[in-house]
């Protein structure tokens, strides 16, 4: 008896050019799979890395834009009667790479900030701003310590009138104690001279941005604002009677780098 054996095609297994390709193309799906995930991981990574420092650069500039809104004294940069004029010292000139404004503490507790300053505007027993290269011309706290809040050389000698009373190109940069008016109480409350400015001060240290806030001759705090800042720019204008600050930063990682920029006005920068 002979016997037939019907074999199903369903049953057959893979041919070995059958698998070869199968193989292939699987190896190709996996392939191109591998290069979209990767790409995407990369992509994400180029992202969180930006983003950290756009953040951190983010966080710098809202909190040095939010002071300058609120604060009425910018101290630096000097402002300055006409950045183009060629007449005025270099050490005029702006950019800088530094900002600092009052941060408006009330010290009398009459309910004023800053109304009524000694003829040391920040009281520090410093030329100028403690250990910051005020005029820009290379020398830190030079002057007449406590009596030249510009660090020229000269004391008391530019009043709060928005004239350039010196000649030096910058405008209101040395009060003397007769800070608005002809007498030393400047705010007609009787005692004399008993509110000077708190600084709060923004400045790079390599490429940490730092802030510093000085109260009484005193360094209360002193941080690290934000870190990897490779720029940080601040100009100073005068338009239409409103004191404009711009404000540039770069902050790059090595690998990463963003580039952020804003301006913003400060309040009246005259007594009412």
């Not at 983010?58 to 630096?76: E, K, N, Y």
């Not at 920040?122 to 910051?132: A, C, D, T, Y």
Request: hydrophobic share 35%.
């Amino acid at each position: 008896m002979i016997c037939t054996q019907t074999i199903l095609k369903s049953e057959r297994g893979l041919t070995l050019v059958e698998l070869l390709i199968s193989i292939t193309i699987i190896s190709l799906i996996a392939g191109v799979s591998a290069q979209m995930v990767g790409g995407a991981f990369d992509s994400w990574e180029h992202q969180r890395g930006k983003g950290y420092l756009l953040n951190a650069g983010r966080l710098a500039m809202d909190r040095m834009v939010s002071g300058i809104r609120t604060t009425t004294w910018v101290l630096l940069p000097l402002m300055i009667s006409d950045p183009t004029d060629p007449g005025y010292p270099a050490s005029s000139y702006y950019p800088r790479n530094i900002l600092a404004f009052s941060y408006m503490i009330d010290n009398d507790g009459d309910g004023l900030a800053d109304e009524d300053p000694y003829y040391d505007i920040v009281w520090n027993n410093k030329s100028g701003l403690k250990g910051i290269d005020d005029n820009n011309d290379g020398l830190i706290d030079n002057g007449f310590a406590g009596a030249d809040d510009d660090e020229d050389g000269v004391k008391n000698e530019d009043p709060i009138d928005g004239v350039d009373n010196d000649g030096d190109g910058r405008i209101d940069e040395d009060p003397g104690s007769q800070f608005y008016t002809s007498v030393d109480d400047d705010d007609g409350d009787g005692p004399w001279d008993e509110d000077v400015f708190d600084p709060v001060i923004y400045y790079l240290n390599g490429t940490d941005l730092r802030e510093r806030r000085d109260e009484y001759n005193f360094t209360i705090s002193d941080f690290v604002l934000a870190s990897n800042v490779t720029e940080f720019i601040v100009l100073r204008r005068r338009v239409n009677g409103n004191t404009l600050i711009d404000l540039y930063l770069k902050l790059d990682n090595g690998t990463y780098s963003v580039e952020l920029s804003t301006t913003t006005v400060a309040r009246a920068m005259f007594k009412p």
